[in-house]
């Protein structure tokens, strides 16, 4: 080989191993190079984020440009980037703010409910083309930037439902060409600059607070602010917005009056402005807005009469006007809105007789008008619309006999007419009414005896037929109620025995103060879901069946004042559930208390005076003497025993029922006083823990002193909780005065209250309102580690009471009310009182720049509405 050759022949070789050495960097470099700078960009902002499932798999880098099939994105004919589009993906990141090679071609910009976290970039103000930005539904946080505001092009912005917090910026009014906003579900505060009036594109979605600029807005179609702190007035320049179909202002701190200029929306619709604090009368004006298909302007302070222009709303759907202080009657005018399918006038003042021409309404499925003043008759006519499922004209002063042609409404599943004056019998043919599934009849003067046609209700859940004058027996076709849970014939004048068989689903009877006989059927026992049983003040005989032992859940048993005999079965004493009340006082039993009561350490109310049992009660670590009611002491109080048995053991002969109005606190206590045995003593001080939850209100008694005591004289301070104490709560109440405070603290007011009767109480008001949160009334122990909801039902269980020590009597719920409130707390309503988000209110919700139509904000958030008197914590009277 040539020199020459041979010397270029051994530079190769010495330059082989280094170029195979570069060869794996060349191969790692090399794709980097294969994509355009647009597509670089994009790779850039993926490794920012953690993408579930492989989502941006098909983003390579390998590829010469992201149009080649990318995931959400799409180019234009020029092969540039013109919109990325990606909802509904687990991306797990920040949104991108380096997309400055895409800002000359990027014209749409949605990434909704992508889980994206962080701040919006101030970089977002350089995509200069963008026309569409959606990223709603995430869990943003911070400000909204001011450099969006540079976005001059921009006509659909979608920043709902985030964690945004600020104002909104004031430059808001430069992006011109926007028509469509939405900024709901987030924690913006502050108003809406006066800027806004310069976007005369607009024409939906905004939110925040209403400056007299919105009348500017004259392509507007939907306002919808609710469920925040908007305070002030309606603007009367509102009523400029003449395209506005929708106006959504429910659930705020809006006050003053309805502005008549909502007449002139022609094109309005749907009308939510419940919840707020409005004042005045309903515009008559309103009735000019022909295309109403929705008003509700319920939970406010509005006062006057309802229009009579109201009537001429050919379109309207639903008018709900509740718990608001309207007078005057209801009009017949609305007779001509053919249209209705729901009234709901409840919680008012109104008054005079129902005359509505219910035949031309035959489209109705839901009439409320209870607490009112209301008076004549039940019309008959309510029988002419056949497609009604609920009634209730309950707390009223109607008359008259109940039509029995109501009961031929084959789709009524609610009939409440409780508390009025009605008369008459109950008609037979409420067999023929096969869906009914609550029927509540109570407190009127409804006579005769309960037709057996009764059994034919398959459906029914909840019968309440309580403080009336029915008398007979308890038809034994009621155990063909195969779903009645609920079950309440008490104060009436019912005789004969109690049925053999009643429906096993029970879960409550009720059929105290009545004239019942004869002897407890062991079937009673055959009930598993039983919790409440209240049978006294009957005149029952016999034996209490030991089958009562079977009912595993019964939380109280009130058996007292009938003529039962032998020995209290010990089957009682081992209920596993029993810790409401126990009360078998005022019978003819005898023999020694069974020694398995000992285990009844959860019970909070036993009653077993005015019997024969002999022998020291076993709750040996509640109280240490016998519970015979005949144990020695003075005459004095003898004597004053004998005048608190003759009133709270009615003798079991008594043909007479009780008072058909009587508020009684028989549901959590048998009796109006403590039902403790008496005699028993408690050695320590310990506050008694009311019997179904809520807040403690604490006594202390100073009790008289024994005559016979050995240290007679001595008048200590101590908690008698189990010696039966003929207090009332009006004595209590009567004392609750300033004259009568001896102290004051940071837990609240120290009274000395002086019963007729010679006790002396000192009684604490604990203060409620210097408390900035209700829960910080409640224990530190029970709070540390407790769940929200769990709060959350302290705080319910606190309200309840609080109604219970209103300063006004009328204010204060009966005891019967309270344990329904109660249990309502613990579980949630019955299915049959949540009524569905109307259909003109979903057809009219607003719908976000990505052309998702959002949830319906017509009554869904407060689970309250739309409740009848029946079981609405909120807006009800208590009643069960």
Known sequence: MPPRL????????????????????????????????????????????????????????????????????????????????????????????????????????????????????????????????????????????????????????ALNSNSLRGAIPDDIGKLTSLAYLTLYDNELSGAIPPSIGNL??????????????????????????????????????????????????????????????????????????????????????????????????????????????????????????????????????????????????????????????FPRLRNLTLFYAWKNRLTGGVPASLAECTSMQAVDLSYNNLTGPIPKDLFGLQNLTKLLLLNNELSGLVPPEIGNCTSLYRLRLNGNRLSGTIPPEIGNLKSLNFLDMSENHLVGPVPAAISGCASLQFLDLHSNALSGSLPDTLPRSLQLVDVSDNQLAGPLSPSIGSMPEL???????????????????????????????????????????????????????????????????????????????????????????????????????????????????????????????????????????????????????????????????????????????????????????????YQKLDITMDDVLRGLTASNVIGTGSSGVVYKVDTPNGYTLAWVREHLHAKRDAADILDARLRAGAADADVQEMRQVLSVAALCVSHRADDRPAMTDVVALLKEIRRPAAADDAKPPSAAAASAAPVSASGAQQVSPARSPLPSRGQSSSCSFNVSDYSA
């Open 531 to 721: 919790t409440k049983l209240y049978l006294g003040k009957n005149r029952l005989t016999g034996g209490i069946p030991p089958e009562l032992g079977s009912c595993e859940k019964l939380q109280l048993l009130d058996l007292g004042g009938n003529a039962f005999s032998g020995g209290i079965p010990p089957e009682l004493g081992a209920l596993p559930s029993l810790e409401i009340s126990l009360n078998l006082s005022c019978n003819r039993l005898s023999g020694e208390i069974p020694s398995q009561f000992a285990g009844l350490d959860k019970l909070s109310n036993i009653d077993l005076s005015h019997n024969e049992l002999s022998g020291a009660s076993s709750r040996s670590r509640r109280c240490r003497t016998s519970s015979r009611s005949t144990s020695p002491t003075t005459a004095s109080r003898e004597s004053s025993r004998t005048r608190r048995s003759s009133r709270s053991c009615r003798s079991a002969t008594s043909p007479e029922p009780a008072p058909r109005r009587r508020r009684r606190l028989r549901r959590l206590l048998p009796t109006r006083r403590h039902l403790f045995a008496e005699n028993c003593h408690v050695r320590a001080r310990r506050v008694q823990r009311a019997a179904a939850g809520g807040r403690h209100l604490h006594a202390r008694a100073h009790a008289p002193p024994r005559q016979d005591h050995p240290r007679r004289g001595r008048r200590a301070w101590e908690v008698t909780l």
């Open 200 to 357: 005369k594109n607009l024409q939906t979605g905004v939110s925040g607070s209403l400056p007299d600029t919105i009348g500017q807005l004259k392509k507007i179609q939907t306002i919808a602010i609710y469920t925040t702190l908007l305070s002030g007035r309606i603007p009367e320049s509102i009523g400029n917005c003449t395209e506005l179909t929708s106006l959504y202002l429910y659930q705020n701190s809006l006050s003053g009056p309805i502005p008549a200029q909502l007449g002139q929306l022609r094109k309005l619709q749907t009308l939510l402005l419940w919840q707020n604090q409005l004042v005045g009368a309903i515009p008559p004006e309103l009735g000019q807005c022909k295309q109403l298909t929705l008003i509700d302007l319920s939970l406010n302070s509005l006062t006057g009469s309802i229009p009579a222009t109201l009537g001429g709303l050919p379109n309207l759907q639903q008018l709900q006007l509740s718990t608001n202080q309207l007078t005057g009657a209801i009009p017949a005018e609305l007779s001509n809105c053919t249209s209705l399918t729901d009234i709901e006038v409840d919680n008012n003042q109104l008054s005079g007789e129902i005359r509505l021409d």
């Open 6 to 157: 041979s010397a270029a022949a051994s530079r190769l070789a010495r330059l082989v191993p280094l170029a195979l050495a570069l060869l794996p960097l060349l191969l790692l470099v090399s794709p980097c190079h294969c994509v355009n700078e647009q597509g670089q960009a994009l790779l850039r902002w993926k490794e920012s984020l953690r993408p579930a499932g492989g989502a941006l798999a098909s983003w390579r880098a390998s590829d010469a440009s992201p149009c080649r099939g990318w995931f959400g994105v799409s180019c234009d004919a020029r092969g540039d980037v013109a919109g990325l589009s990606i909802t509904s993906v687990d991306l797990q990141g920040p949104l991108p703010a380096n997309l400055q090679p895409l800002a000359p071609s990027l014209k749409t910009l949605v990434l909704s409910g992508t889980n994206l976290t962080g701040a919006i970039p101030k970089e977002i103000g350089d995509y200069g083309e963008l026309t569409t930005l959606d990223v709603s539904k995430n869990q943003l946080a911070g400000a909204i930037p001011p450099e969006l505001c540079r976005l001059a092009k921009l006509e659909s912005l």
